[in-house]
């Protein structure tokens, strides 16, 4: 392959062939349901903490939309680069057997 056709394929010029970071966040843009995320902790009033006000007072509320996939870009960037899973605030994020994922949570129990 010609180095613009990797670009075009969405791959780095690395040696182990991964597709780049945008090309995945690319897709995570045009497919996961962030609005329905966002219906769902509306729903359940799932605030989120962001941090304290001029007066010390907690400020809380559901994120909007942009705020969610800001988390969501944060943590999949996380995982890309370290190749590892994380999980915080109903996201986790990871990069298992060459894929890149984004889960959100409502419940979830193991024994």
Known sequence: MTEQQLIDEGYKAFKDGKKSFDFYVKDFGENFKFDKVHKAM??????WSFGKDES???RKGVPDI?????????????????NK???TAGFTAGWDNGELFL???LEEWSV
């Not at 509306?42 to 605030?47: I, S, Y």
């Not at 942009?66 to 370290?82: C, I």
Request: with cysteine.
């Open 103 to 105: 889960v959100f949570n």
């Open 66 to 82: 942009n705020t969610l996939k800001n988390r969501a870009y944060r943590l999949l960037k996380e995982a890309y680069d370290e």
């Open 85 to 87: 899973q994380i999980s």
């Open 42 to 47: 509306t729903a359940l009033n799932w605030c």
């Open 56 to 58: 010390g007072q907690e």
